[in-house]
Antibody
Framework: EVQLVESGGGLVKPGGSLRLSCAASGFTFSSYSMNWVRQAPGKGLEWVSSISSSSSYIYYADSVKGRFTISRDNAKNSLYLQMNSLRAEDTAVYYC??????????WGQGTLVTVSS | SYVLTQPPSVSVAPGQTARITCGGNNIGSKSVHWYQQKPGQAPVLVVYDDSDRPSGIPERFSGSNSGNTATLTISRVEAGDEADYYCQVWDSSSDSYVFGTGTKVTVL
Protein backbone atom coordinates (compact mmCIF):
# COMPACT_ATOMS: atom_id res chain seq x y z
CA GLU A 1 0.00 0.00 0.00
CA VAL A 2 1.37 3.39 -1.00
CA GLN A 3 1.83 5.69 1.99
CA LEU A 4 3.06 9.27 2.14
CA VAL A 5 3.48 10.82 5.58
CA GLU A 6 4.39 14.48 5.96
CA SER A 7 5.97 16.02 9.03
CA GLY A 8 7.73 19.17 10.13
CA GLY A 9 4.88 21.67 10.04
CA GLY A 10 4.25 24.15 12.81
CA LEU A 11 4.11 27.79 13.81
CA VAL A 12 6.91 30.03 12.58
CA LYS A 13 7.44 33.80 12.59
CA PRO A 14 7.57 35.81 9.37
CA GLY A 15 11.07 35.64 7.93
CA GLY A 16 11.71 32.31 9.62
CA SER A 17 12.52 28.88 8.21
CA LEU A 18 11.02 25.43 8.35
CA ARG A 19 11.90 22.07 6.82
CA LEU A 20 9.15 19.69 5.80
CA SER A 21 9.69 15.97 5.30
CA CYS A 22 7.67 13.30 3.55
CA ALA A 23 8.31 9.63 4.29
CA ALA A 24 7.28 7.31 1.47
CA SER A 25 6.56 3.59 1.58
CA GLY A 26 4.79 0.89 -0.40
CA PHE A 27 6.38 1.69 -3.77
CA THR A 28 9.78 2.12 -5.43
CA PHE A 29 10.37 5.72 -4.37
CA SER A 30 13.40 6.20 -6.62
CA SER A 31 11.28 5.59 -9.73
CA TYR A 32 8.84 8.46 -9.30
CA SER A 33 8.81 12.23 -9.50
CA MET A 34 7.52 13.82 -6.31
CA ASN A 35 5.84 17.11 -5.59
CA TRP A 36 4.69 19.50 -2.90
CA VAL A 37 1.22 21.02 -3.21
CA ARG A 38 -0.26 23.46 -0.70
CA GLN A 39 -3.68 24.70 0.27
CA ALA A 40 -4.22 27.91 2.19
CA PRO A 41 -7.12 27.88 4.68
CA GLY A 42 -10.40 27.92 2.77
CA LYS A 43 -8.62 28.22 -0.58
CA GLY A 44 -7.84 26.00 -3.55
CA LEU A 45 -4.88 23.81 -4.39
CA GLU A 46 -1.59 25.40 -5.40
CA TRP A 47 1.34 23.46 -6.82
CA VAL A 48 4.60 24.41 -5.07
CA SER A 49 7.50 22.35 -6.39
CA SER A 50 8.48 19.21 -8.29
CA ILE A 51 11.56 16.99 -8.33
CA SER A 52 12.27 14.19 -10.77
CA SER A 53 13.17 10.67 -9.72
CA SER A 54 16.93 11.25 -9.84
CA SER A 55 16.75 14.95 -8.86
CA SER A 56 17.84 15.93 -12.37
CA TYR A 57 14.83 18.17 -12.94
CA ILE A 58 13.52 20.58 -10.31
CA TYR A 59 10.75 23.12 -10.78
CA TYR A 60 9.18 25.75 -8.56
CA ALA A 61 6.09 27.92 -8.60
CA ASP A 62 6.95 31.59 -9.06
CA SER A 63 5.47 32.33 -5.63
CA VAL A 64 8.20 30.33 -3.87
CA LYS A 65 11.14 30.52 -6.27
CA GLY A 66 14.31 31.63 -4.51
CA ARG A 67 12.87 30.93 -1.05
CA PHE A 68 12.00 27.22 -1.09
CA THR A 69 14.26 24.28 -1.96
CA ILE A 70 13.01 20.80 -2.78
CA SER A 71 15.23 17.76 -2.35
CA ARG A 72 15.01 14.00 -1.93
CA ASP A 73 17.01 11.12 -0.50
CA ASN A 74 16.19 7.96 -2.42
CA ALA A 75 18.16 5.83 0.03
CA LYS A 76 15.86 7.01 2.81
CA ASN A 77 12.66 7.10 0.70
CA SER A 78 12.20 10.69 1.75
CA LEU A 79 11.20 14.00 0.19
CA TYR A 80 12.00 17.38 1.71
CA LEU A 81 11.02 21.03 1.38
CA GLN A 82 13.29 23.66 2.91
CA MET A 83 11.28 26.85 3.34
CA ASN A 84 13.12 30.10 4.05
CA SER A 85 12.01 33.73 4.32
CA LEU A 86 8.52 32.59 5.18
CA ARG A 87 5.61 34.98 4.72
CA ALA A 88 2.08 35.07 6.07
CA GLU A 89 0.82 34.03 2.64
CA ASP A 90 2.79 30.77 2.92
CA THR A 91 0.37 29.65 5.63
CA ALA A 92 -1.21 26.46 4.31
CA VAL A 93 -1.51 22.72 4.56
CA TYR A 94 1.40 21.26 2.62
CA TYR A 95 0.82 17.96 0.84
CA CYS A 96 3.40 15.58 -0.52
CA UNK A 97 2.19 13.92 -3.74
CA UNK A 98 3.51 11.28 -6.11
CA UNK A 99 3.39 11.91 -9.84
CA UNK A 100 2.57 9.19 -12.34
CA UNK A 101 2.79 10.65 -15.82
CA UNK A 102 1.50 14.15 -15.22
CA UNK A 103 -1.14 13.45 -12.57
CA UNK A 104 -0.86 13.25 -8.78
CA UNK A 105 -1.95 9.71 -8.07
CA UNK A 106 -1.18 9.49 -4.35
CA TRP A 107 -1.24 12.20 -1.68
CA GLY A 108 -0.21 12.39 1.95
CA GLN A 109 -2.54 13.73 4.62
CA GLY A 110 -0.70 17.03 4.81
CA THR A 111 1.13 19.08 7.43
CA LEU A 112 0.02 22.55 8.52
CA VAL A 113 2.42 25.47 8.32
CA THR A 114 1.37 28.67 10.06
CA VAL A 115 3.38 31.83 9.55
CA SER A 116 2.44 34.40 12.16
CA SER A 117 4.04 36.71 14.67
CA SER B 1 0.96 31.63 -16.96
CA TYR B 2 -1.73 29.14 -17.87
CA VAL B 3 -5.11 29.64 -16.19
CA LEU B 4 -7.83 27.06 -15.56
CA THR B 5 -11.28 28.41 -14.75
CA GLN B 6 -14.02 26.42 -13.01
CA PRO B 7 -17.49 27.47 -11.82
CA PRO B 8 -17.42 28.09 -8.06
CA SER B 9 -20.38 25.84 -7.38
CA VAL B 10 -22.67 23.25 -8.90
CA SER B 11 -25.84 21.95 -7.28
CA VAL B 12 -27.49 18.68 -8.23
CA ALA B 13 -30.26 16.47 -6.92
CA PRO B 14 -29.51 12.87 -5.95
CA GLY B 15 -29.71 10.53 -8.92
CA GLN B 16 -29.15 13.33 -11.43
CA THR B 17 -26.04 14.21 -13.43
CA ALA B 18 -23.48 16.82 -12.41
CA ARG B 19 -21.22 18.40 -15.00
CA ILE B 20 -18.19 20.41 -13.90
CA THR B 21 -16.35 22.42 -16.51
CA CYS B 22 -12.71 23.47 -16.64
CA GLY B 23 -11.85 26.18 -19.11
CA GLY B 24 -8.40 26.92 -20.49
CA ASN B 25 -6.84 28.16 -23.70
CA ASN B 26 -6.74 25.20 -26.09
CA ILE B 27 -7.05 22.82 -23.14
CA GLY B 28 -8.01 20.11 -25.60
CA SER B 29 -4.32 19.82 -26.51
CA LYS B 30 -3.40 18.95 -22.93
CA SER B 31 -4.11 16.00 -20.66
CA VAL B 32 -6.54 16.94 -17.91
CA HIS B 33 -6.77 15.32 -14.51
CA TRP B 34 -9.52 15.67 -11.91
CA TYR B 35 -9.44 15.45 -8.11
CA GLN B 36 -12.12 15.12 -5.45
CA GLN B 37 -11.49 16.66 -2.04
CA LYS B 38 -13.80 16.21 0.91
CA PRO B 39 -13.56 18.49 3.98
CA GLY B 40 -10.49 17.82 6.08
CA GLN B 41 -9.13 15.22 3.66
CA ALA B 42 -6.42 15.06 1.05
CA PRO B 43 -7.42 15.22 -2.62
CA VAL B 44 -8.15 11.97 -4.44
CA LEU B 45 -7.54 11.43 -8.16
CA VAL B 46 -10.84 10.50 -9.84
CA VAL B 47 -10.04 10.94 -13.54
CA TYR B 48 -6.67 11.12 -15.30
CA ASP B 49 -5.60 11.70 -18.89
CA ASP B 50 -8.95 13.32 -19.76
CA SER B 51 -11.14 10.26 -19.32
CA ASP B 52 -9.41 7.36 -17.56
CA ARG B 53 -10.41 6.25 -14.08
CA PRO B 54 -8.02 4.96 -11.41
CA SER B 55 -8.86 1.60 -9.91
CA GLY B 56 -11.52 1.91 -7.25
CA ILE B 57 -13.21 4.97 -8.75
CA PRO B 58 -16.84 4.29 -9.75
CA GLU B 59 -17.82 4.27 -13.41
CA ARG B 60 -20.19 7.13 -12.54
CA PHE B 61 -17.18 9.44 -12.85
CA SER B 62 -16.21 10.24 -16.44
CA GLY B 63 -14.32 12.96 -18.27
CA SER B 64 -14.02 14.59 -21.66
CA ASN B 65 -11.80 17.27 -23.15
CA SER B 66 -12.07 19.26 -26.36
CA GLY B 67 -11.36 22.74 -27.59
CA ASN B 68 -11.21 25.17 -24.68
CA THR B 69 -13.22 23.12 -22.17
CA ALA B 70 -12.72 19.91 -20.21
CA THR B 71 -15.66 18.38 -18.36
CA LEU B 72 -15.99 16.04 -15.40
CA THR B 73 -19.36 14.27 -15.38
CA ILE B 74 -20.76 12.56 -12.32
CA SER B 75 -23.74 10.35 -13.18
CA ARG B 76 -26.36 9.14 -10.72
CA VAL B 77 -25.06 11.54 -8.09
CA GLU B 78 -24.99 10.32 -4.50
CA ALA B 79 -24.78 12.24 -1.24
CA GLY B 80 -21.21 10.99 -0.83
CA ASP B 81 -20.17 12.85 -3.99
CA GLU B 82 -20.54 16.17 -2.22
CA ALA B 83 -17.03 17.65 -2.29
CA ASP B 84 -14.71 20.14 -3.95
CA TYR B 85 -13.45 19.15 -7.39
CA TYR B 86 -10.28 20.45 -9.08
CA CYS B 87 -8.98 20.05 -12.61
CA GLN B 88 -5.22 20.05 -13.27
CA VAL B 89 -2.82 20.09 -16.20
CA TRP B 90 0.91 20.22 -16.83
CA ASP B 91 1.89 23.45 -18.59
CA SER B 92 5.02 22.68 -20.61
CA SER B 93 5.50 26.33 -21.60
CA SER B 94 6.20 27.29 -17.99
CA ASP B 95 7.30 23.89 -16.62
CA SER B 96 4.60 24.03 -13.98
CA TYR B 97 1.57 22.14 -12.80
CA VAL B 98 -1.63 24.17 -12.80
CA PHE B 99 -4.79 23.56 -10.79
CA GLY B 100 -8.21 24.91 -11.59
CA THR B 101 -9.99 27.29 -9.25
CA GLY B 102 -12.13 24.50 -7.83
CA THR B 103 -15.86 23.71 -7.86
CA LYS B 104 -17.95 22.90 -4.82
CA VAL B 105 -20.55 20.26 -5.64
CA THR B 106 -23.61 20.35 -3.44
CA VAL B 107 -26.09 17.48 -3.42
CA LEU B 108 -29.54 18.88 -2.75
Amino acid sequence: EVQLVESGGGLVKPGGSLRLSCAASGFTFSSYSMNWVRQAPGKGLEWVSSISSSSSYIYYADSVKGRFTISRDNAKNSLYLQMNSLRAEDTAVYYCARVDGYDFDYWGQGTLVTVSS
Amino acid sequence: SYVLTQPPSVSVAPGQTARITCGGNNIGSKSVHWYQQKPGQAPVLVVYDDSDRPSGIPERFSGSNSGNTATLTISRVEAGDEADYYCQVWDSSSDSYVFGTGTKVTVL
